[in-house]
């Protein structure tokens, strides 16, 4: 079992910043792939961009690519969502996730986000 949660959503402004934190338990924090996903209201949950185990590389959504930076501390068993650039679209509940292999298995309770234009 992991356990993941999420801090650091709140409001901001359009063209602001906000840095989300994903603390994770439970598992060996370096043998995870984690990711981040996002549901607005009203729309399905969307995919937001993930970091891997190995090497650290990482993939995003175009809607968010070059705006939106994951990183990860394995010292500290987070990872984070660094937004920058948000836009009123941006606004939605963002999850954490982790993938011990292919499957995202666990995920956090999400933290809302609120981009006012």
């Known amino acids: 079992q992991v356990q993941l949660v999420e801090s650091g959503g709140g409001l901001v402004q359009a063209g602001g910043s906000l840095r989300l934190s994903c603390a994770a338990s439970g598992r060996t924090f370096s043998g995870l792939n984690m990711g981040w996903f996002r549901q607005a209201p009203g729309k399905e949950r969307e995919f937001v961009g993930v970091i891997r185990r190995t090497g650290g590389s990482s993939s995003y959504a175009g809607t968010v690519k070059g705006r939106f930076t994951i990183s990860r501390d394995n010292a500290k068993n987070t990872v984070y969502l660094q937004m920058n650039s948000l836009k009123a679209e941006d606004t939605a509940v963002y999850y954490c996730?982790?993938?011990?292999?292919?499957?995202?298995?666990?995920w956090g309770q999400g933290t809302q986000v609120t981009v006012s234009s």
């Open positions: 996730v982790a993938a011990p292999n292919l499957a995202y298995e666990y």
